[in-house]
């Protein structure tokens, strides 16, 4: 029996096959049997011309397709047709990486420095690609297959690692040249690249070709788009006048995202090539134009969180290599153990990890002295990272000073949470009334963290000329945490006409756009975003009540109200509305968001709107961030200790961390957002403020090679321990 789609009057008898080997691939052989006999020799061409694309990478459907291989060249006309080729595709299928479950970071034992003395120590440098689990996209798109996460510092944990006796993944060609000189360390530490440096790494292009075909196969982009984004890409080299344009050479050849020698070609181009192309996708001209999964959202998505707040260049761990048998590359995908980007297996194993992370100047003091010194930091790591060898003797003297920049069971988790408290105390905000040049806020960094923002859907998307236009009028007025990707506004004229029981004042303003994309600094987005609000002026929020066993009434009315916000009123959401003003795609996704931050199926959250106790012009509103760090857990004007608010717990639902603006009509005007949930709800149970309090208390406390090792200025310390 044919299959027919009526309302095209199209023959669907082999997408429909394809569909379920896809979806079924055990029992895929026994249907292909029954519907290999109603195939027609066009269908069955077209079959074979797009196997490779819809079943490319996977593993169980090769089975399924070699099973109707078989089948079909027992019958005279498909069998000539569709055998060959089928076959083809099905021999010429990737195979893919698969997950091995792996050790968290804490797992490791910290190392006792001393043990290093007379040792050398090498230095080799990590991506902070995840490890250990599949990503399976950003959205409610989801993603055409997963992708297995395996690279990153955490390569040695996985178990298949451990089995094989494996340190480390390298070039097979690179690892051969490196070793066979011989001269091999004791120890090698692993350092840390940028937050953005696995964008170049194959697992990233898999994981972004994946995502941008589920895109296209749910009709929200086609393949005269995408082949309009491959032209775009070509053009970078063909268009080029750079005077590197040699380096990019490559991607003029680029095959295209539907090839299915797509990661085949990604995987014979350089590491900075691949990021190029990443590069490009980010572009306006692209974004504003073609529908396409947010380049960031996947990079957020595929990072290793373990390592997110880390500086640049820090020890994460230490590795042993086998030095005896260095030599004795492990061929990973003929033993099993298949990884993207590298295909030699290093033996030797992990050893531990230090108490804290450790600066590149403190691991390597000699090698960074003979550096020079360059204007900036990024320089001198930069010329660091160059060094074809990093090779050092860890004398008594080195040992000392890295134990002295060590803390001991600290509370600070990573150098972010402790720049985020420093520059949160010494109020080192930019502000959207101070033209960039002049040190001020870029609206349109602030646009884009909104759109790069995990509850994105939450958010009132700001425009970079709404911000220029109404910070100009004076009804609007954005700030940013430092340099680091800490947002929030003002709105001076805020809008609750879908509020039955709140009359707008004049002196009314409300926090809105609150966003934090820091993949670190737990617990210290905010009290910085909130605390900042009330010093200027805040009386109103609104926030989205993701209810929770633990939260009935839901998080962030609790959140808040540690900062002296009362509840006014609350609204059921209304999806109508909501859909009208943001469109199917957004709803979807922010259904799916608030399950994953533990919403029960229908039962979405209201809207509540808070008030704050202090009256706008309230002088207790002054050094607000201050004052409120130096009276024990106590919020302003709460009547409760946060202590009493939260209390320990094993509960560990996210209880998302969204807040919105709604009109009546329930739709999402404005929001409060941090992009990591971890940033208002920690994972300990613990508030933000106990969080922040203890962070701010060591900080104050930590001695300058303290200071140094997380890469902040002494004197900045000293100024906050003043203005306290």
């Given at each position: 029996m044919q299959r027919f789609d009526n309302s095209t009057n199209q023959d669907t008898t082999i997408p429909d096959l394809l569909s379920f080997i896809y979806n079924n691939p055990k029992k895929s052989a026994e249907k292909a049997a029954q519907l290999a006999y109603e195939f027609s020799p066009l269908y069955a061409i077209t079959a074979a011309q797009n196997a490779r694309e819809n079943l490319r990478q996977d593993n169980d459907a090769l089975a399924a397709i070699n099973t109707l291989e078989g089948i079909l060249s027992m019958i005279p006309l498909a069998g000539r047709v569709v055998s060959k080729p089928l076959g083809k595709a099905a021999r010429e299928v990737v195979t893919r990486p698969t997950v091995s479950p792996t050790k968290s970071y804490s797992d490791l034992p910290v190392v006792n420095q001393k043990d290093f003395i007379g040792a050398r120590m090498g230095r080799t440098s990590a991506d902070l690609l995840d490890t250990g689990r599949d990503y399976t996209g950003i959205d409610s798109i989801g993603t055409y297959q997963p992708t297995s996460l395996g690279g990153g510092p955490r390569f040695p944990l996985q178990e298949g690692a451990e089995k094989r006796g494996l340190m480390w993944a390298d070039k097979m060609e690179t690892a051969q040249k490196k070793y066979s000189k011989g001269d091999i360390p004791d120890l090698i530490a692993v350092s840390a690249m940028m937050p953005d440096s696995h964008m170049s790494n194959l697992a990233f292009a898999d994981s972004y070709v994946n995502t941008l075909m589920q895109y296209k196969n749910r009709g929200l982009i086609d393949e005269k788009s995408i082949q309009e984004i491959d032209q775009a890409i070509r053009d970078v080299f063909l268009k080029s006048n750079r005077k590197d344009r040699h380096k990019i050479k490559a991607l003029g050849d680029f095959v295209g995202f539907s090839d299915p020698k797509f990661l085949e070609y990604m995987e014979n181009i350089s590491f900075d090539q691949r990021k190029e192309i990443f590069k490009k996708l980010q572009q306006k001209e692209i974004i504003n134009k073609f529908n396409i999964p947010n380049v960031d959202r996947v990079r957020q998505e595929t990072l290793d969180r373990s390592f997110a707040g880390a500086n640049r260049g820090d020890t994460l761990l230490y590795l042993e290599p086998d030095k005896q048998n260095i030599l004795d590359l492990l061929d990973l995908e003929q033993s099993g153990f298949k990884q993207y980007s590298y295909d030699a297996g290093v033996l030797g194993k992990p050893i531990g990890r230090p108490s804290s992370f450790v600066s590149s100047p403190n691991q390597f003091p000699e090698t960074w002295e003979s550096l020079g010194t360059r204007a900036r930091y990024t320089d001198q790591l930069r010329a660091l990272?160059?060094?074809?060898?990093?090779?050092?003797?860890?004398?008594?003297?080195?040992?000392?000073?890295?134990?002295?920049?060590?803390?001991?069971?600290?509370?600070?988790?990573?150098?972010?949470?402790?720049?985020?408290?420093?520059?949160?105390?010494?109020?080192?905000?930019?502000?959207?009334?101070?033209?960039?040049?002049?040190?001020?806020?870029?609206?349109?960094?602030?646009?884009?963290?909104?759109?790069?923002?995990?509850?994105?859907?939450?958010?009132?998307?700001?425009?970079?000329?709404?911000?220029?236009?109404?910070?100009?009028?004076?009804?609007?007025?954005?700030?940013?945490?430092?340099?680091?990707?800490?947002?929030?506004?003002?709105?001076?004229?805020?809008?609750?006409?879908?509020?039955?029981?709140?009359?707008?004042?004049?002196?009314?303003?409300?926090?809105?756009?609150?966003?934090?994309?820091?993949?670190?600094?737990?617990?210290?987005?905010?009290?910085?975003?909130?605390?900042?609000?009330?010093?200027?002026?805040?009386?109103?929020?609104?926030?989205?009540?993701?209810?929770?066993?633990?939260?009935?009434?839901?998080?962030?009315?609790?959140?808040?109200?540690?900062?002296?916000?009362?509840?006014?009123?609350?609204?059921?959401?209304?999806?109508?509305?909501y859909i009208a003003e943001r469109g199917e795609k957004a709803y979807t996704d922010l259904v799916t968001l608030w399950k994953s931050q533990g919403m029960k199926e229908g039962d979405f959250p209201?809207?509540?709107?808070?008030?704050?106790?202090?009256?706008?012009?309230?002088?207790?509103?002054?050094?607000?961030?201050?004052?409120?760090?130096?009276?024990?857990?106590?919020?302003?004007?709460?009547?409760?200790?946060?202590?009493?608010?939260?209390?320990?717990?094993?509960?560990?639902?996210?209880?998302?961390?969204?807040?919105?603006?709604?009109?009546?009509?329930?739709?999402?005007?404005?929001?409060?957002?941090?992009?990591?949930?971890?940033?208002?709800?920690?994972?300990?149970?613990?508030?933000?403020?106990?969080r922040s309090q203890s962070v701010i208390s060591e900080v104050e406390r930590l001695s300058q090679k303290q200071a140094e090792n997380l890469g902040l200025n002494y004197n900045d310390i000293l100024s906050m321990i003043g203005k306290r």
């Amino acid at each position: 029996m044919q299959r027919f789609d009526n309302s095209t009057n199209q023959d669907t008898t082999i997408p429909d096959l394809l569909s379920f080997i896809y979806n079924n691939p055990k029992k895929s052989a026994e249907k292909a049997a029954q519907l290999a006999y109603e195939f027609s020799p066009l269908y069955a061409i077209t079959a074979a011309q797009n196997a490779r694309e819809n079943l490319r990478q996977d593993n169980d459907a090769l089975a399924a397709i070699n099973t109707l291989e078989g089948i079909l060249s027992m019958i005279p006309l498909a069998g000539r047709v569709v055998s060959k080729p089928l076959g083809k595709a099905a021999r010429e299928v990737v195979t893919r990486p698969t997950v091995s479950p792996t050790k968290s970071y804490s797992d490791l034992p910290v190392v006792n420095q001393k043990d290093f003395i007379g040792a050398r120590m090498g230095r080799t440098s990590a991506d902070l690609l995840d490890t250990g689990r599949d990503y399976t996209g950003i959205d409610s798109i989801g993603t055409y297959q997963p992708t297995s996460l395996g690279g990153g510092p955490r390569f040695p944990l996985q178990e298949g690692a451990e089995k094989r006796g494996l340190m480390w993944a390298d070039k097979m060609e690179t690892a051969q040249k490196k070793y066979s000189k011989g001269d091999i360390p004791d120890l090698i530490a692993v350092s840390a690249m940028m937050p953005d440096s696995h964008m170049s790494n194959l697992a990233f292009a898999d994981s972004y070709v994946n995502t941008l075909m589920q895109y296209k196969n749910r009709g929200l982009i086609d393949e005269k788009s995408i082949q309009e984004i491959d032209q775009a890409i070509r053009d970078v080299f063909l268009k080029s006048n750079r005077k590197d344009r040699h380096k990019i050479k490559a991607l003029g050849d680029f095959v295209g995202f539907s090839d299915p020698k797509f990661l085949e070609y990604m995987e014979n181009i350089s590491f900075d090539q691949r990021k190029e192309i990443f590069k490009k996708l980010q572009q306006k001209e692209i974004i504003n134009k073609f529908n396409i999964p947010n380049v960031d959202r996947v990079r957020q998505e595929t990072l290793d969180r373990s390592f997110a707040g880390a500086n640049r260049g820090d020890t994460l761990l230490y590795l042993e290599p086998d030095k005896q048998n260095i030599l004795d590359l492990l061929d990973l995908e003929q033993s099993g153990f298949k990884q993207y980007s590298y295909d030699a297996g290093v033996l030797g194993k992990p050893i531990g990890r230090p108490s804290s992370f450790v600066s590149s100047p403190n691991q390597f003091p000699e090698t960074w002295e003979s550096l020079g010194t360059r204007a900036r930091y990024t320089d001198q790591l930069r010329a660091l990272d160059l060094k074809p060898k990093v090779d050092e003797l860890m004398t008594t003297e080195k040992i000392e000073n890295i134990d002295l920049s060590m803390r001991i069971n600290s509370a600070i988790q990573d150098p972010a949470q402790a720049r985020l408290a420093v520059n949160m105390m010494n109020n080192l905000w930019k502000t959207s009334t101070t033209p960039k040049k002049h040190g001020g806020l870029d609206a349109v960094e602030y646009q884009d963290a909104i759109v790069n923002n995990p509850s994105s859907p939450t958010l009132t998307h700001y425009s970079n000329d709404y911000i220029k236009n109404k910070t100009k009028s004076g009804e609007f007025e954005a700030f940013q945490l430092g340099d680091d990707p800490v947002f929030m506004a003002v709105d001076k004229k805020p809008d609750y006409s879908w509020i039955n029981n709140y009359q707008v004042g004049p002196d009314d303003k409300a926090l809105v756009g609150v966003v934090s994309n820091v993949g670190g600094g737990s617990g210290m987005a905010a009290p910085a975003t909130v605390l900042k609000s009330v010093e200027e002026g805040v009386t109103l929020l609104d926030a989205f009540a993701v209810k929770s066993d633990r939260f009935p009434n839901g998080y962030l009315p609790t959140v808040y109200e540690e900062y002296g916000f009362e509840e006014v009123d609350r609204i059921p959401f209304s999806k109508e509305f909501y859909i009208a003003e943001r469109g199917e795609k957004a709803y979807t996704d922010l259904v799916t968001l608030w399950k994953s931050q533990g919403m029960k199926e229908g039962d979405f959250p209201d809207v509540v709107l808070m008030k704050h106790k202090f009256r706008s012009d309230d002088a207790n509103r002054q050094n607000a961030t201050r004052n409120f760090f130096s009276e024990d857990s106590k919020g302003i004007g709460a009547d409760k200790d946060a202590t009493e608010i939260f209390q320990a717990s094993s509960d560990t639902v996210k209880s998302g961390n969204a807040s919105t603006s709604q009109k009546a009509s329930g739709s999402s005007r404005s929001g409060n957002r941090s992009g990591d949930t971890r940033n208002v709800r920690n994972r300990d149970g613990t508030s933000p403020t106990l969080r922040s309090q203890s962070v701010i208390s060591e900080v104050e406390r930590l001695s300058q090679k303290q200071a140094e090792n997380l890469g902040l200025n002494y004197n900045d310390i000293l100024s906050m321990i003043g203005k306290r």
